[in-house]
């Protein structure tokens, strides 16, 4: 059992019987034993297959509940709910990248040894499931008024049961460690209950009502949409400009408009009261082409003057700013579209008649009249449906609404209050811009599957009833004729409950108790105000307490050239394959290392093959360590406990370990995911692997035998300390090799995380391995640059005038002979650089040089340099005609361009080096 490494000031023995003891009176305390390690030991194989470990290592973790949420006395909580992935929905990289974030905060902070509770679940996602079933209707040939709405749902119920957990099983082989016994849907019967409740206390508040508004309409899904429900996707339309004729005949005026077909609903035309150039039009009025009804001229302060002629159509039935007008000046509503897109009898002969195909139709009739003026290429944005992609037609109904602005404004004092705080910090502006303008959320639509709005009207007397249960009888008139609203709630609704109401709520529960407030919510920018900021508001006004303290939003995925992925353009980078081909670890510490605050995320499978290599490092190290410490004690670490007694590479490793650990902390507590990647990465691939592994192979193989334990000690607690940083972003691989060094272990997920040990920091240690790395990379430098065969001796000297500098170099100077292939090396305080020599002034203030001239054939070097610089050139010509050409930069797709553009850059940075190399072996002729 493995000692925490800051504890190290006691003798070994004492310190072992200690933290056995106190290790054991934890266990009973919590009453948790450490689940036994998965399999025996065994030696590392050369490849890391990690097919078969991740699956063995997550059936272990859920075999022995390591997952499962505590909720010890004592101890802080942190809390996590996940965004509760559609019901419908398969892994895309939004949900890879999103799940990656909380997964590794989760496991820091059950590391930390908090009471952690990460709640997994999936939203019911009513238009968008409802959709997936009656397209499976359809290949039956069937509708969902075919079966009713009784079996339509049981329907719906069944595919959920045999489709519905695709992105849960997706989610596990990712690595999330969410309590998975707490597992909820948005339409269990604890949120349906936590749902009525809401609707209901909302309802009995004043803060829920029934009216007619001007709602977003989607003719494909036959359902109200609330304003973040719509998509504005820019288009290049058309603007009609049409001739309306004044009522007397004396003029017209010219109106334009990108919907013409509306204008069989027009009731009003609006001008600006201070426009001259329509002075006296109220009294006339306008004749309104093709239907011939006398519409009214009204004086609006929305109308804007400079815009065109300055005169609006106004609609009041089909357009959100004409309803405004229309309530100001009372005009009469007319609906001219029914819920299918398709022209009702108030269109007169236009009627049953598609809205597109009227569209062509009117714009025809009106130019043969004489009432087109003129036609004009737009480009605008159209709304359309998030769901199906079908234009929106904006369009009254009665509907369901929640009164917002008192729960707005409770949102927005907690924000500025810092009680909730966003990360990147930059959205604060956005945030409060939106609330400010929020309007009243339209929470009703009319399809069958969701949470049924328990509302009941009386047939008799046309009561209507609000409440928790079906009422048995009309609280009025006592008539038995009671009929529930056929509306159910926007999914929106529940969702924005989550927080309290996966936690056991209404109910008072103990889970409630502990983890509420959550701890930190991380989603994706675009839904702040489709969910994060309702949560806000159904949490204050319930709870009375905020849902979450930090808020993260990251940004979204994008292609290595920043475009958006999707199918149509076949850039897509699907995690399931990703996992498949590079394994999870590598493509979890992609995601981690793209996810910088406010950044945008470019992501490339090169670079998830590059962290590929990356694990394939540590678990070659880790081989490397296996072979000289499975053997061995798991208290030899105890050696790390008095670093001053140790070599100047263990104190150093020792002191950079203390720096990373500081590094990995404060980024994981400031939510910069990027730089927990970066400072890991950096410090285990080049620091420990490169230096340190390197430096003490001599020790390891040494004859004494101090050096020998001092190498093995450290080096198996500096990767402890490794495998515990890491294991959060990469879960499996570290498991693995945790389990397999010394000692008896169980799983690494319930170890402490390392904490900064300050009997480690030593800046002395850090800067003289500063000047040997500096010396040794120096002259490894000068031979890779002058092509010096490997296995070649080399004379290096180096210049220095620091006398303590001086000492240690000489102190080191076989182990800086053996690591640069140095057959000497010359120490000197002051000299002179010969011409035949490479040469380099390091970042330490010394210079290196290596005397070149008996080293090389200069004359074959030379010719091989000419010959490559020929090959570029002809290249270069090449890609600069291509680049060069417009047809080619006109019409070849971007990615081709830009892979060209590639080429070009590569190939100048070659050309360069080509030219450097030649001037240098120049001057040794």
């Not at 800051?6 to 933290?19: A, K």
């Not at 339309?237 to 334009?256: E, F, M, N, Q, T």
């Not at 290249?875 to 361009?897: I, M």
Request: proline fraction near 4%; charged fraction near 25%.
């Amino acid at each position: 059992m493995k000692p925490p490494a800051q504890c190290y000031i006691l003798p070994l023995y004492i310190y072992i019987s200690l933290h056995f003891y106190s290790q054991l009176l934890i266990n009973i305390m919590t009453n948790q034993n450490t689940p036994a390690q998965p399999s025996a030991k065994y030696d590392l194989p050369k490849a890391y297959q990690f097919e078969e470990v991740e699956q063995r290592w997550y059936e272990y973790w859920l075999e022995h509940k390591t997952f499962s949420a505590e909720m010890a006395e004592g101890k802080d909580a942190f809390s996590i709910v996940i965004p509760p992935p559609n019901v419908t929905g398969v892994l895309h990289i939004g949900h890879a990248l999103n799940n990656t974030l909380q997964d590794l905060l989760t496991r820091y902070h059950r590391m930390k040894g908090d009471n952690t509770l990460w709640v997994p679940g999936t939203d019911h996602a009513g238009i968008a499931t409802q959709n997936v079933v009656e397209r499976q209707l359809a290949t039956e040939k069937k509708t969902r008024h075919d079966l009713g709405r009784e079996k339509f749902i049981e329907r719906v119920w069944q595919w959920k049961t045999d489709k519905g957990g695709t992105i849960i099983n997706q989610l596990k082989r990712m690595g999330a460690s969410c309590d998975w016994d707490r597992e909820r849907f948005t339409m269990d019967e604890g949120l349906s209950k936590a749902v009525r409740e809401v609707f209901v206390r909302l309802y009995d508040e004043g803060l829920i009502y029934k009216g007619d508004y001007i709602v977003n309409w989607c003719p494909r899904c036959h359902t109200a949409l609330a304003d973040d429900e719509v998509e504005h996707d820019p288009t290049k339309g058309k603007l009609y400009h049409l001739r309306y004729p004044y009522a007397d005949g004396s003029g017209s005026v010219v109106i334009a408009t990108t919907r013409p077909e509306t204008m069989l609903g027009d009731t009003a035309v609006a001008v600006h009261p201070e426009d001259e150039r329509y002075a006296g039009l109220q009294e006339i009025g306008i004749r309104l082409p093709l239907v011939d009804r006398i519409i009214p001229v009204v004086l609006d302060h929305h109308v804007q003057r400079e815009f065109g002629t300055g005169a609006l159509k106004v609609t009041p039935a089909h357009d959100r700013d004409d309803y405004e007008i229309g309530l100001r000046h009372d005009l009469e509503r007319i609906k001219i579209m029914d819920d299918h897109g398709v022209m009702n009898e108030q269109a007169g002969k236009y009627a049953g008649m598609d809205r597109f195909a009227c569209r062509e139709q009117i714009v025809k009739d009106l130019d043969e009249l004489g009432f087109l003026d003129k036609i004009e290429d737009y480009d605008h944005a159209v709304g359309k449906c998030y769901r199906c992609a079908t234009v929106v037609e904006p369009t009254t109904s009665k509907q369901w609404f929640v009164s917002v602005r008192p729960l707005a404004d409770k949102a927005v004092e907690a924000v500025r209050e810092e009680r909730i705080k966003l990360y990147p910090d930059t959205w604060y502006n956005t945030f409060y811009s939106w609330m400010d303008n929020i309007r009243d959320w339209c929470i009703s639509r009319q399809i069958w599957w969701g949470h049924r709005i328990p509302a009941w009207t009386c047939q008799e007397c046309g009561k209507m009833m609000v409440a928790l249960e079906a009422p048995e009888a009309c609280i009025v008139c006592g008539s038995l004729k009671l009929e529930q609203e056929t509306d159910v709630l926007d999914t929106w609704f529940s969702s924005a409950l989550w927080p309290f109401s996966t936690l056991g709520w209404p109910e008072q529960t103990k889970e409630l108790a502990t983890f509420y407030p959550t701890s930190v919510l991380i989603t994706s920018f675009d839904i702040l105000f489709f969910w994060v900021a309702r949560m806000m508001m159904m949490g204050l006004h319930f709870m009375d307490e905020v849902p979450f303290h930090d808020v993260y939003l990251h940004a979204l995925v994008r292609d290595k050239h920043g475009k958006k992925m999707s199918k149509s353009t076949g850039n897509v980078i699907d995690p399931v394959d990703m996992i498949a081909q590079y394994g999870t670890d590598a493509f979890r510490f992609t995601l981690t290392a793209f996810a910088a605050q406010g950044r945008e995320i470019k992501m490339d499978e090169e670079r998830i093959d590059g962290y590929r290599r990356f694990i394939n490092k540590l678990w070659n190290a880790a081989r490397f360590a296996q072979m000289h410490i499975k053997d061995s004690n798991p208290g030899i670490v105890a050696v790390a406990a008095q670093p001053e007694q140790l070599a100047l590479p263990h104190r150093w490793i020792l002191s950079r370990t203390d720096a990373t650990i500081r590094d990995v902390r404060k980024a994981l507590d400031g939510y910069d995911f990027n730089l927990i990647a970066s400072s890991i990465y950096q410090f285990t691939w080049h620091e420990f692997c490169d230096w340190y592994v390197e430096w003490i192979k001599a020790d390891l193989f040494s004859d004494d035998e101090t050096k020998r334990e001092q190498a093995r000690g450290v080096l198996l607690c500096v990767l402890e300390n490794i495998l515990k940083m890491l294991h959060p972003i990469c879960p499996f691989v570290t498991e693995e090799i945790w389990s397999q060094l010394p000692g008896e272990r169980g799983t690494v997920m319930l170890e402490p995380f390392p904490e900064a040990n300050p009997a480690w920091q030593d800046s002395e240690a850090d800067e003289s391995m500063q000047l040997l790395m500096d010396v040794i990379s120096a002259v490894r430098t000068i031979r890779s640059e002058a092509d010096v065969h490997p296995t070649m001796k080399v004379q290096a000297s180096v210049i220095c005038a620091d006398s303590a500098q001086r000492e240690l170099l000489s102190s080191f100077s076989n182990a800086l002979c053996s690591m640069t292939r140095a057959e000497s090396l010359e120490i000197m305080e002051t000299g002179t650089v010969p011409d035949d020599a490479g040469h380099v002034l390091t970042d330490s203030g010394v210079e290196v040089f290596v005397p070149l001239k008996n080293l090389i054939d200069v004359e074959a070097e030379l010719d091989k340099l000419a010959r490559e610089r020929k090959k570029i050139e002809q290249e270069l010509k090449r890609v600069q005609g291509k680049l060069g050409n417009e047809k080619f930069l006109n019409n070849a797709p971007e990615a081709v361009v830009e892979k060209e553009r590639g080429k070009l850059a590569e190939l100048e940075t070659r050309l360069a080096k080509n030219e450097e190399s030649q001037e240098r072996l120049g001057k040794l002729e």
